[in-house]
């Protein structure tokens, strides 16, 4: 199977960070990184869950393509609930908004302390990284890769004993990818920079997020300056 460049990017941190046999899908859509991690012999087993019907069907097509019905389960259900009672080893949680993934890891918290896990959101990833530091979660590793015109981040991260001191910058920039800045972060956070200066142009200079937005704009130019 041939997966987007997305999700390809997924599937490598998943084989490079690969702990047990067992790996939760959540909102797997079609199931492809299950099915995938499957058939390329990295897992031994997956659950592909989502909350909808649809994906869900989508996904028992996509197993039966592949003849993998005994190793890809399809669960339907929101968020971790569907796997309250499985024996899993890694979790991933691929293509929300931030504030959406942490609504899934905040509410079956017990998780947390036993699982790896594998997040790509969409958006708002400070909300997601702050989140993580404050369940004293370490960010093993961090991805990014383009696809569709679209620069997505990926984390790798799991429970310590020891709270992280991670800062804003490393929220908005992650603490891994400012360490090792490639092409893509650059040319994400140079589209940001215009993107903010865009917005501070249409506000007025009383306005109550100009504040916000040149902070923002300060962030960035020192991230993207600092050696």
């Given at each position: 199977?041939?997966l987007?460049?997305?999700?390809?990017?997924?599937?490598?941190?998943?084989?490079?960070y690969?702990?047990?046999?067992?790996?939760?899908d959540?909102?797997?859509?079609?199931?492809?990184?299950?099915?995938y991690l499957?058939e390329?012999?990295?897992?031994?087993?997956a659950?592909?869950?989502?909350?909808?019907?649809?994906?869900?069907?989508?996904?028992?097509?996509?197993?039966?393509l592949?003849?993998?019905?005994?190793?890809?389960?399809?669960l339907?259900?929101s968020?971790?609930n569907?796997i309250?009672d499985k024996?899993?080893d890694?979790?991933?949680?691929?293509?929300?908004?931030g504030?959406?993934?942490?609504?899934?890891?905040?509410?079956?918290?017990?998780?947390l302390?036993?699982?790896?896990?594998?997040?790509?959101?969409?958006?708002?990833l400070?909300?997601?990284r702050?989140?993580?530091?404050?369940?004293?979660?370490?960010?093993?590793?961090?991805?990014?890769?383009k696809?569709?015109?679209?620069?997505?981040?990926?984390?790798?991260?799991?429970?310590?004993?020891e709270?992280?001191?991670?800062d804003?910058?490393?929220?908005y920039?992650g603490?891994?990818?400012?360490?090792?800045?490639?092409?893509?972060?650059?040319?994400?956070w140079?589209?940001?920079?215009?993107?903010?200066?865009n917005?501070l142009?249409?506000?007025?200079?009383?306005?109550?997020r100009?504040?916000?937005?040149?902070?923002?704009i300060?962030?960035?130019?020192?991230?993207i300056?600092a050696s």
């Amino acid at each position: 199977m041939k997966l987007s460049k997305r999700l390809q990017a997924i599937a490598d941190l998943i084989t490079k960070y690969k702990q047990g046999e067992i790996l939760a899908d959540i909102g797997t859509d079609h199931a492809y990184l299950p099915v995938y991690l499957v058939e390329e012999g990295v897992i031994e087993k997956a659950y592909a869950c989502d909350i909808a019907s649809g994906p869900i069907n989508a996904s028992i097509e996509t197993i039966q393509l592949h003849q993998l019905e005994k190793q890809v389960i399809p669960l339907l259900g929101s968020g971790m609930n569907p796997i309250i009672d499985k024996n899993i080893d890694m979790i991933s949680i691929c293509g929300m908004g931030g504030k959406l993934t942490v609504d899934i890891l905040d509410e079956n918290k017990e998780f947390l302390d036993h699982h790896r896990f594998i997040l790509q959101s969409n958006v708002g990833l400070e909300i997601l990284r702050e989140y993580l530091t404050n369940q004293n979660m370490v960010i093993l590793d961090e991805g990014i890769v383009k696809d569709a015109n679209h620069i997505y981040e990926i984390i790798v991260c799991e429970k310590t004993s020891e709270k992280q001191e991670y800062d804003e910058k490393d929220f908005y920039f992650g603490p891994c990818l400012r360490k090792n800045k490639n092409g893509l972060f650059y040319e994400k956070w140079y589209r940001q920079l215009e993107i903010q200066k865009n917005i501070l142009k249409s506000l007025d200079e009383n306005h109550p997020r100009a504040i916000e937005v040149k902070h923002m704009i300060e962030l960035i130019e020192g991230e993207i300056n600092a050696s």
